[in-house]
């Protein structure tokens, strides 16, 4: 699975692109920017069938709208998080009053945690892991990890938000430490890792050591 990357919205926050077959694509997250996001689809050749959001915080969804008029592409978020789309004060926009104009999302597929999301050749796996908010999910995809603000390089999303829960965090840091294997981590957030080396040198997987 190719992956491609880019920072949108006013947080810089990470787009991935993922190819599911050639010409085809889905999207994790879109923070703002949608016109820089389908113009990188048109220079790449690639159509969007689905947006995949990890949570509905702004600076993960602020673009989503326009994205999807322009390209009919699906979007998907877990249930418990579907009320954000369509709130600036629940996504918390409004907790930022420097930032501008909300894009609410009216049309959505809301999903459950161990779903899975089948597009082109690919499988995604929806792992919900709330504590950033209660409807985050990571979704898996053959050895990836789309973490959103769950996990990130040596850290964690914010706890502190309307929402945020850290007992339901550190359970779902556990379900993460746990997963068999080794997995690249694509986080919401800041640069990707391992899951492999975040056991070994993130400070809140020291409780599972």
């Known amino acids: ?7 949108l919205g006013p947080l810089r926050s990470n787009c991935y692109i993922a190819e599911t077959e050639p ?4 999207a994790v997250d879109i ?3 949608s016109r820089i996001l389908i113009e990188f689809l048109k220079m790449k050749k690639l159509t969007l069938s689905k947006i995949l959001l990890t949570h509905g915080h702004f600076d993960h969804i602020n673009g989503v709208r326009e994205t999807a008029e322009a390209t009919g592409a699906e979007v998907f978020i877990h249930e418990s998080d ?9 996504s918390l926009l409004d907790m ?3 930032f501008s104009v909300f894009h609410p999302v009216e049309e959505y597929t809301a999903v459950t945690g161990d779903c899975y999301i089948n597009d082109g050749d690919c499988t995604f796996r929806v792992l919900h892991t709330p504590g950033h908010s209660h409807g985050s999910v990571c979704y898996v995809c053959e050895d990836v990890i789309f973490s959103g603000d769950t996990l990130f390089c040596c850290s964690i999303g914010r706890t502190d938000f309307p929402g945020s829960d850290v007992n339901a965090m550190n ?10 294997g080794d997995y690249r981590i694509y986080p919401g957030h800041n640069e990707t890792t391992t899951l492999g080396y975040e056991r070994k040198s993130n400070p809140y997987f020291s409780q599972f050591r």
């Open 96 to 98: 930022m009053s420097f």
């Open 1 to 7: 699975m190719k992956i491609h990357h880019l920072q």
């Open 82 to 90: 579907a009320y954000m789309l369509k709130s600036s004060a629940a």
């Open 171 to 180: 359970g779902s840091l556990r379900t993460l430490y746990d997963l068999e």
């Open 23 to 26: 010409g085809r694509c889905v």
């Open 31 to 33: 923070g703002g920017d």
